[in-house]
Nanobody
Framework: QVQVVESGGGLVQPGGSLRLSCSAS????????MSWYRQAPEKERELVAV???????NYDDSVRGRFAISRDNAKNTVILQMNSLKPEDTGVYYC??????????????WGQGTQVTVSS
């Protein structure tokens, strides 16, 4: 069993910043990829940013240069620093963690989501 918990969402004005945090716990032996997705109202969930076990990152074009993803392998956490926020960044942000368990099986776990609202 692997649990993923996000925190840090909220209401912010356009141009502001928010920092999302995600922590994975449970029977984890290794984590390969940690990602952030978001889902706006009446839209499909989309990948925002991803970081691999060796620190390689990739971003959706809509957030590149404004968002930064980082991870702490010792703590099984991933951070999404969001700057210069725009109203179109509004949505529920989900953390996704992929890796292996202590039972030698793979896992693909999601958090419950955290709401980000960018509005004046």
């Amino acid at each position: 069993q692997v649990q993923v918990v996000e925190s840090g969402g909220g209401l912010v004005q356009p141009g502001g910043s928010l920092r999302l945090s995600c922590s994975a716990s449970g029977r984890i032996s290794s984590i390969s990829v940690m990602s952030w997705y978001r889902q706006a109202p009446e839209k499909e969930r989309e990948l925002v940013a991803v970081v691999t076990s060796v620190g390689s990152t990739n971003y959706d074009d809509s957030v590149r240069g404004r968002f930064a993803i980082s991870r702490d392998n010792a703590k099984n956490t991933v951070i999404l620093q969001m700057n210069s926020l725009k109203p179109e960044d509004t949505g529920v942000y989900y953390c996704n963690v992929k890796g292996g368990t202590t039972w030698s099986t793979g896992f693909d776990a999601w958090g419950q989501g955290t709401q980000v609202t960018v509005s004046s």
